[in-house]
């Protein structure tokens, strides 16, 4: 619903990503820093709807840098996930129209505004690392090994605004999809409310599997209703205009 005097918004996320109508073009080289540093450590919370991991302690910051992001350095904010009450359906962005369990979005801030709260009105405000996480009919045991560095520890933070400090390589898991050949990127919104259109998206295609029971983790976290948090996605938004560009 839109309110009056509100203007219309026409950059929303999350979308659907069409190959047959995206653009191919040659970016330089995208570059990631400090992610799974050993160094400090990771803390782990339950914000009642979502999980948001933050990096802490003494370490270097974990940065973003190159490809459509031109001559800015992104600072890693959260990590912040997205699921279904199904396997079938949980991320927010699809491709070709097809939808994944889960999908971390890891938020970076454009160091040229200092702090994240100065980023909501600027188009080049946030940076999105997007990562597909799927489900395959493996056995429930066969968990991803790397990802279970979160789900061992999802026990810890069931009630809403629990919080636990878990290893400083939480985030290591995200290697396997940074190997691909290439990536998804297009301007767009945060997909929370107030739904700013501050974002460049980078949609990493290669799902990363996980199991069964480290999907399921995720559903058995309460919201601050006291009810399991089910589904906390965006439906998909219009492309509009807008131009998705595959960067090889």
């Known amino acids: 619903m839109q309110c009056a005097g509100d203007s219309p918004k026409w950059g929303q ?9 995206v653009l191919r073009i040659e970016y330089p080289p995208l570059t990631m820093s400090g992610h799974w540093s050993q160094d400090g450590y990771a803390n782990i919370r ?4 979502t999980v948001g991991i933050t990096l802490e302690g003494n370490r270097s910051p974990a940065t973003i840098r190159g490809g459509p992001l031109v001559d800015d350095v992104y600072e890693l904010s959260e990590v912040v996930f997205r699921w279904g009450s199904s ?9 070709n129209g097809t939808w994944f369990t889960m999908e971390a979005q890891v938020l970076h801030y454009n160091r040229r505004y200092e702090e994240i709260e100065q980023c ?8 999105i690392c997007s990562y597909f996480l ?10 991803h090994p790397l990802f279970s560095k979160i789900t061992d520890n999802l026990y810890k933070i069931t009630e809403p605004d629990s919080n636990a400090k878990i290893s400083p390589n939480c985030l290591s898991w995200m290697r396997q999809a940074c190997q691909t050949p290439g990536y998804y ?13 501050c974002v460049t998206w980078i949609i990493f295609p290669e799902p ?4 069964e029971n480290q999907a399921q983790c995720f559903r058995m976290l309460r919201n601050k209703q006291g009810n399991f948090i089910k589904e906390n996605y965006r ?10 560009y595959y960067i090889c």
């Open 13 to 21: 996320s999350p979308v659907d990503i069409d190959d047959n109508h």
């Open 46 to 49: 339950n914000t009642g709807s």
């Open 87 to 95: 396997n079938c359906k949980g991320a927010e962005h699809t491709l």
């Open 120 to 127: 909501w009105d600027k188009r080049d405000g946030l940076a």
């Open 134 to 143: 799927q489900v395959y009919q493996l056995p429930a045991w066969d968990e």
């Open 185 to 197: 990127t297009y301007t767009g919104s945060i997909t929370t409310w107030p739904y700013h259109e």
């Open 208 to 211: 990363i599997r996980i199991s």
């Open 235 to 244: 439906e998909v938004q219009k492309l509009h205009s807008r131009i998705i």
